[in-house]
């Protein structure tokens, strides 16, 4: 049986553990060797995930601190698996006894009873945002070996319910100052100030990740199945929330004409080919064309809420429910790091398949 908890072809990394169990973590394999590598390196990504840091964020107490059992020696990749554990620590099972024998609107309990004939409804299990954690300390690798490689990846909270930054307020600096992830210094203020009408309403809402991806070379990727475009819509798609992606223009390119749709072409002083516009979101044909990837993704409201709603229990009966315990009104500000560390594992992932492409690298691989 494929259990799917595994993605990538030659930089991989497989998830585990639930949300209530012990602990949850990750096994990355195919890093190559001699990447220096420190369970610091991990945290500073895991910090920024992890929950109860303001009131837009759940409040389970959780450190969230990485322990590297493995695949490190003297403070570099031994270029064997890597496997990385976090403990859950605040789990308050007892949240979710009620809602044992019922289906919760919008989450995945009926879909896993379909599936296994039984499920962990203890905050969800493998369904449960927390798995995220595995796939941040894994994407925590490929960005430290994408630095290495001039590959730099950050990501931001776009939109919240209808809150939309504008390009021209971008702040990068921002992003990393802001409980809401959001590089626009006005957005903030309207989005915080719709997220406290949410709670009040004890409803929840949606929003929209952005991330750029810059320094991939021309040419990476595959024309066929494997494109970056398709890999990458894998990755930021199997995030459990995710219910839209996009590149480039996305949905707005089937309203544009192709004269205004396509990116021309030029050689600039120094004789380099450029785009003069970027429509394409840095990929032509399934390929990375040098100029930086752009992509989007769509996330839904959080389905856990304190409204009343009608949903269906296992003996049959339709029934009224409110759900308890501690949720987050809005998912997007904790997984814009959730977004970079997919997109990571993926480019890192396609640049070494992409080695393979061309005797010349081969052979100035083997025979320098």
């Known amino acids: 049986m494929a259990a799917g908890s595994t993605i990538g072809t030659l930089f991989k990394i497989t998830t585990w553990g639930e949300s209530h169990g012990k602990a949850v973590g990750v096994v990355v394999d195919g890093c190559p060797a001699g990447l220096a590598l420190s369970e610091e390196d991990i945290q500073v990504y895991l910090d920024r995930r992890k ?5 837009f964020t759940t409040q389970r107490k959780e ?21 990385m ?16 024998s ?12 379909a599936k296994f004939d039984f499920r962990d409804y203890r905050g969800g299990g493998r369904s449960s945002a927390r798995e995220t954690i595995a796939r941040v300390a894994g994407g925590a690798v ?19 319910g209808s809150v939309q930054c504008k ?12 409980r809401l992830a959001m590089p626009d210094r006005d957005a903030v203020k309207e989005a915080e100030a719709y997220l406290e009408t949410m709670m009040e309403q004890k409803d929840s809402s949606g929003g929209i990740v952005e991330c750029q991806i810059h320094g991939i070379p021309a040419g990476v990727g595959e024309p066929v199945f494997d494109k970056l475009s398709a890999s990458l819509a894998k990755g930021i798609g199997s995030i459990g929330a995710v219910k839209g992606f996009e590149i480039g223009e996305g949905f707005l390119a089937a309203i544009r004409n192709g004269s205004t749709n396509n990116d021309q072409f030029y050689y600039d002083e120094e004789g380099k080919l450029q785009k003069a516009t970027n429509h394409a979101g840095g990929i032509l044909g399934g390929m990375s064309d040098g100029s930086p ?3 989007r993704a769509a996330f839904k409201p959080t389905p856990s809420i304190a409204k009343m709603q009608k949903t ?3 003996k049959g009966e339709n029934i009224e429910t409110s759900i308890k315990g501690r949720h987050d009104p809005i998912v997007v500000p904790r997984a814009v790091v959730v977004v970079e560390a997919m997109a990571a594992v993926t480019v890192l992932d396609m640049m070494l398949v992409s080695m393979t492409s061309r005797i010349d690298k081969v052979k100035a691989f083997f025979l320098s």
Do not use: C, W
């Open 142 to 160: 490929a960005m430290k070996a994408l630095k290495e490689l001039g590959v730099d990846i950050f990501a931001y909270t776009k939109s919240i």
């Open 312 to 314: 269906v229990n296992q």
């Open 85 to 100: 554990l976090v403990y859950n620590k605040d789990q308050r099972s007892k949240d979710y006894s009620e809602i044992a």
């Open 293 to 295: 990837v752009v992509l």
């Open 167 to 178: 390009d021209e307020n971008f702040d990068r600096t921002f992003i990393g100052e802001n």
């Open 102 to 113: 019922m289906y919760r609107p919008g989450h995945a309990d009926y879909t896993f009873d």
């Open 51 to 55: 929950p109860g840091q303001s009131k």
């Open 63 to 83: 450190s969230d601190q990485v322990e590297i059992l493995s695949g490190v020696f003297e403070g570099k990749t031994t270029g064997t698996p890597i496997s």
